[in-house]
């Protein structure tokens, strides 16, 4: 389905709780998060994926808060798996709990995960996240590679003075191993954010000119790829802010609270909750469509932009 400025939105990011393991520095505020019991069902979430690949939805992202914290997410993953019109199905985690379980969740349908890391250094990694233990990480990374949940991507938000002496170390991991490492800009949602904690792509680019541009994979991709000589995954740079890829975006959000956000970087949504009691789809649908027409034709957040909500419960 087109939105109103002609854009084919045809990928679905579901956060299916707001409940998270960790506590990044730079995500979680200490307000409280949606009650378990309010959070969507797996019904309905499978639900308004099956209304929405109607509508042309073909690629579903799993979210969060920490998706793996959904005791029924093996119900979840393979009820949308199994949609007709979905032809990839992928999941963002902090894979704190992702060892002993990659293997089913590529039997149950998921085609590939991409897992955040925002520090190679075990004392960093654990205070960064409030608590997260680097091993379960690796581990995670080892087993999802023998799963076959490929590309695997690692996320790494990169913060002024924080952990921006170990962009070389992850390179190096893109070199080393058959990982793509996508360096993301930090936005301002969330905790704690300082203008200039952020460090845009060209900066990082200008340092490493062995890295050469790659051409997108698939249509409205955020990441600018680039490859290096020797290299054994691709080095990615996620830059909404200091290269803004709204004009191609073909996403919305749903959160697990039942609300639609068209955009991450504006704060309008809209409730499918009332449509969702209905038994007939109609009224969800027209929600949706609704909700679709709505999406700003840019994001908001290179002004004075301040979200509402953090990245757990929008589900980054
Ligand atoms: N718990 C899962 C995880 O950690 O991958 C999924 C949810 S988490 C909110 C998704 C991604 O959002 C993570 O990679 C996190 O680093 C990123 N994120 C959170 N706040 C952000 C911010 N202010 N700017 C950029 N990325 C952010």
Do not use: W
Not at 190 to 196: D, E, S, T, V, W
Not at 286 to 298: L, S, T, V
């Amino acid at each position: 389905m087109n939105d109103s400025f002609g854009r084919d939105i045809t990928y679905l990011r579901l956060s299916i709780t707001e409940r998270c393991t960790l506590r990044c520095a730079y995500c979680r505020a200490s307000e409280g998060v949606c009650p378990k019991q309010e959070e969507l069902s797996a019904h309905e979430l499978i639900r308004i994926v099956r209304v929405m690949a109607g509508m042309g939805v073909s690629k579903v992202r799993l979210t969060g808060g920490e998706p793996m914290l959904r005791k029924d997410l093996d119900e979840i993953v393979g009820g949308i798996a199994q949609l007709e019109g979905i032809s990839e199905l992928v999941m963002t985690t902090n894979a704190q709990h992702l060892a002993g379980r990659a293997h089913r969740l590529r039997e149950l349908g998921l085609s590939r995960l991409n897992i955040s890391l925002d520090s190679l250094n075990e004392e960093r990694y654990h205070s960064l996240t409030g608590g997260g233990e680097l091993k379960r990480v690796l581990s995670g990374i080892d087993e999802a590679l023998g799963a076959g949940l490929t590309p695997l991507k690692l996320n790494v938000v990169l913060i002024r003075g924080v952990n921006d002496d170990e962009i070389d170390a992850f390179l190096s991991l893109a070199k080393d191993r058959p990982l793509d490492v996508r360096f993301i800009e930090l936005m301002p949602i969330g905790n704690r954010f300082k203008a200039n904690a952020r460090i845009p792509t060209d900066e990082i680019l200008a340092a490493h000119p062995n890295l050469k541009p790659l051409p997108p994979r698939e249509k409205g991709q955020p990441a600018r790829e680039y490859a290096a000589e020797g290299f054994l995954g691709r080095v990615g740079f996620i830059s909404p802010l200091s290269h803004k890829f709204c004009a191609d975006c073909n996403r919305v959000r749903v959160m697990s609270d039942g609300m639609l956000r068209p955009c991450l970087g504006s704060n309008a949504e809209v409730s499918l909750k009332e449509a969702l009691g209905e038994k007939d789809d109609a009224a969800l649908e027209a929600a949706i469509k609704g909700a679709i027409r709505c999406k700003p034709k840019e994001h908001d957040m290179c002004g004075p932009f301040v979200s509402q909500k953090n990245m757990s419960k929008i589900g980054g």
